[in-house]
């Protein structure tokens, strides 16, 4: 794997590990994270830290992957899907002042390998979508998805086991 370092004016791509014949659009913020071989970024993308995209994935527009996600091979990530990494999220601190790495902890996210998730949808920490499983669009996952399933709805609800 290329690490790339790109210009600081621009700051789009800091510390991006990437594979062979990765193609990244225009827009895309993604910093201290890995991109597998084959795989395509779609623009106004943000990849954040520690995160891991596996081989031949397709992350389309306007998506959030946070820190804590990881995205195994071969799977499908819709436009303006969103990733959450924390369970209670606050902006300050006991203290009051604003939040630091040290007053939350990260909590992981796994898309197993050939998963689809659907336009909009939001994933909730903590989860894990299970071998290619299909979320549909809009739903709201809460728990964990198994492997060979469709679900759909908010909260998201297995519809059907794909044979």
Not at 28 to 46: H, L, P, R, T
């Amino acid at each position: 794997m290329e690490i790339l370092n790109v210009d600081s004016d621009t700051k789009a791509l800091v510390n991006v590990k990437v594979g062979e014949n990765v193609k990244i659009f225009n827009f895309v913020n993604a910093y201290g994270c890995s991109i597998d071989d084959n795989s395509k970024i779609g623009a106004f993308v943000e990849i954040q830290k520690g995160v891991s995209i596996g081989k031949s994935c397709k992350i389309s527009s306007h998506t959030f992957i946070c820190e804590g996600v990881t995205i195994k091979d071969n799977t499908f990530i819709g436009h303006n899907v969103s990733f959450i990494n924390d369970k209670y999220p606050r902006s300050v601190a006991e203290d009051g002042g604003l939040q630091t790495e040290e007053d939350w902890k990260v909590v992981e996210t796994i898309v197993e390998e050939g998963a689809s998730i659907g336009t909009s949808a939001t994933i909730l920490c903590g989860v894990r979508i299970g071998a290619n499983a299909i979320v549909g669009a809009g739903s709201v996952v809460t728990k964990d998805v198994p492997a060979n399933t469709i679900v759909a709805g908010n909260p998201a609800k297995v519809h059907k086991t794909i044979e």
